[in-house]
């Protein structure tokens, strides 16, 4: 199996990966232009990390009035050692639409959540975003509860999912001319108002976190890719490290990003079924032609947007899906619902991202990830009609993965004992070879794809952190099953349980 990714991943570089995303060198006129919606998610960053984003988003070399700044902030939290909340600091760096207009009035909306939480309100304000020759629209929603919640710590924290949902359920309203709530009504006309075309013009979403910095022709590249071929319904980029020296902890985490782009999902994305588009940097489609003509709501599905907003979270199985994996489960839920489109990996749009320097911090967020990922398997490996047959098949990799996923540390101690084994006299050399020639054929694998040897020398020190990767995280992971807590991650002023249930305390993107 791993010959067969090293040979699809050499193919996707050498044959593919030049084509998706390939910009037109022809000036195209403006009214041409795709509109798209730029969806940036907050929480409890500061001001050099909501900057850094926004400053990257508004220096993307794409005409500025046709990507709009999406800022959704979760409540009214200050980070630990930020002097402003973080609704204030997003606040700061608009400019306003209209220097005369009174502060916006509080709207309600249906949040996620049990019993009084259901109900929020948030505040849309509206302006410019500023940065050298650049002016570009920007909506700033502020989630701040409802009035008796004003007084009390985190007021209106519902959580990530619930921001998402925001956007989601605005765009599901506009695509079938629905009633909408008041928030989404008050979006509505303020984009109106701001950009001077209707919202259901934009056909196209940008998500990224808070910490992520994209480079300036990557949003060029992932709606090329999207505008080349109609039946692409998601697509991420690449996600490189931004801090990869500052500690062991980042060192070891280089090579297991980059493998995991150009070996596992260059692998995936020749079968258009990219299982997990990364919430810190991925691009959805609202709506697609389809072959009538007709457009097809498909991140406005309300079939998606229904799963998505589930407030049913009484099983473990549920717990993993929606409290800790949420964009993977949404990955999933878009593969389910539309199997014979395609998700797919655009090597050429790269951005940046701060990782965990922290050991503990490390564990927190791999726990999430590795039981998120076998749920979300669980629930796509059940899903008969993505494309391929038998071992030839979507449905056959996934299972494989599902099983490599579970047998992780079994297979680490295995490798322990075969090392042990040789130490002592043993034959066992074979397997041992195997096992070196999987990572010979990764050192080759970079040679012939980025050309960096540089690479080579990370790929020796994930290989020395092997024993953390395949044994300690995951060991740790199946302990903690039933933990559904973020963990100490990103530190706010309060207590916190990561899911917006009255705190978020330690929480990471």
């Not at 700061?92 to 019993?115: H, N, Q, R, T, W």
């Not at 079968?271 to 919430?279: A, E, Q, R």
């Not at 564990?363 to 749920?375: A, C, G, K, M, V």
């Not at 009609?385 to 071992?391: P, R, S, T, V």
Request: hydrophobic share 45%; with cysteine.
């Amino acid at each position: 199996m791993t010959l067969i990714k090293f040979l699809a991943a050499v193919a996707f570089d050498w044959f593919l990966s030049w084509k998706i995303g390939k910009i037109s060198s022809k000036k195209r006129d403006k009214e041409t232009l795709s509109h798209v919606l730029l969806l940036v998610t907050c929480y409890s960053e500061g001001l050099e990390s909501v900057k850094g984003t926004l400053d990257s988003l508004a220096l993307s070399d794409y005409d500025d009035m046709h990507k709009l700044l999406f800022v959704i902030a979760d409540g009214d939290i200050t980070g630990s050692g930020n002097e402003k909340s973080t609704p204030q600091i997003l606040l700061d760096l608009m400019e306003p639409f209209d220097l005369k207009a009174p502060a916006p009035k509080p709207k309600s909306y249906v949040a996620i959540g049990d019993g009084l939480k259901q109900h929020n309100m948030a505040q849309v304000h509206i302006g410019f975003y500023n940065i050298l020759d650049h002016r570009v629209p920007y909506m700033l929603i502020i989630k701040c509860g409802l009035p008796y919640e004003r007084v009390q710590p985190k007021a209106g924290n519902r959580g990530k999912r619930d921001s998402q949902l925001i956007l989601m359920h605005w765009l599901t309203s506009i695509c079938f001319n629905e009633p909408m709530t008041p928030l989404h009504y008050d979006m509505f006309e303020k984009v109106r108002q701001l950009v001077g075309v209707t919202p259901d013009r934009y056909e196209l979403v940008l998500m990224v976190d808070a910490d992520t910095r994209v480079m300036p022709d990557a949003l060029g590249i992932m709606i090329s890719a999207m505008e080349r071929d109609p039946l692409v319904m998601g697509l991420c980029g690449e996600t490189q490290i931004a801090n990869k020296r500052d500690t062991w902890v980042t060192r070891i985490q280089v090579y297991e990003y980059y493998i995991s782009h150009h070996l596992g999902k260059a692998f995936e994305s020749i079968f258009g079924g990219v299982t997990c588009l990364p919430g810190c940097f991925c691009m959805y489609r609202v709506k697609a032609p389809n072959k009538d003509g007709y457009n097809v709501p498909v991140l406005a599905n309300p079939d998606i947007v229904t799963n998505y907003s589930s407030n049913d979270v009484s099983t473990l199985h549920k717990k993993n899906l929606l409290l800790l994996g949420e964009d993977r489960y949404l990955t999933t839920l878009m593969m389910r619902a539309f199997p014979n489109r395609k998700m797919i990996y655009v090597p050429r749009a790269v951005c940046k991202t701060v990782v965990p320097d922290e050991f503990n911090v490390l564990l927190s967020q791999r726990r999430r990830w590795i039981n998120s990922t076998i749920h979300n398997l669980m629930e796509l490996v059940l899903v008969p009609e993505l494309c391929g047959i038998f071992c030839c098949s979507m449905q056959f990799v996934i299972l494989l993965e599902l099983i490599g996923t579970v047998v992780l540390p079994a297979s680490m101690c295995f490798t322990i004992y075969l090392i042990i084994a040789a130490c002592m006299g043993q034959d066992v050399l074979l397997p041992l070879a195997m096992m070196a020639g999987v990572y010979l054929l990764q050192a080759i694998l970079i040679l012939s794809t980025t050309k960096k040897v540089s690479y080579v020398m990370w790929m020796g020190v994930f290989v020395l952190a092997l024993p953390i990767w395949n044994l300690v995280l995951p060991a740790y992971a199946f302990w903690r099953f039933d933990d559904f807590s973020w963990g100490a991650t990103r530190k706010i002023d309060g207590p916190d349980t990561g899911h917006g249930e009255g705190g978020h305390g330690n929480n990471d993107s």
